[in-house]
């Protein structure tokens, strides 16, 4: 059920069914002080839509190279990222990733062209997921890293 942009209507349906023991009560703020009070009157979670989209467009600002983020802690994330053309044709072992960039290399995400006897291409996806140091980094991949964010933000882009 979701409540429009009153927040005193917010406030009275937040009590009302922490009143009726609905077990998991969600409820919007758009300050602090807000989701205080909510707070207080028993929400279990609070949401802030308008903060939360800033932060994602902060994070993908800040750092176009990276394509998916998911903030681990306050200073570690899990990361989606285009390989760097620098990495193309080599393997895992022969980049060291962990020793050289601070960062674990968890899965790779690889799109594959292929051609059937009749000469129609297709494209098809998959995931390594644990690759062995052998594996090579292809034209295309997209790289699925964990580290702090530091790190990442210093992870090469060409």
Do not use: C
């Amino acid at each position: 059920m979701g409540v429009g942009t009153s927040f005193e209507a917010n406030v009275l349906t937040t009590v009302t069914l922490k009143e009726l023991n609905v077990p998991r009560v969600i409820s919007r703020a758009t300050s602090k002080v807000r989701a205080e009070i909510l707070s207080r009157v028993g929400a279990d979670d609070i949401v802030n839509p308008e903060n939360e989209s800033a932060e994602r467009w902060t994070g993908r600002l800040m750092a176009p190279t990276i394509m998916e983020r998911i903030e681990l802690a306050d200073d570690a994330s899990l990361v989606q990222i285009a390989a760097p053309g620098s990495f193309h044709n080599k393997t895992l072992e022969q980049l060291d990733v962990r020793k050289n960039y601070n960062v674990n290399v968890v899965a790779i995400h690889r799109t594959v062209r292929q051609s059937d006897d009749k000469g129609q291409t297709s494209t098809r996806e998959f995931v390594i997921s644990v690759p062995a140091g052998d594996t090579p980094v292809k034209e295309g991949d997209v790289l699925i890293l964990i580290g702090n964010n530091e790190a990442i933000g210093a992870f090469p882009t060409k």
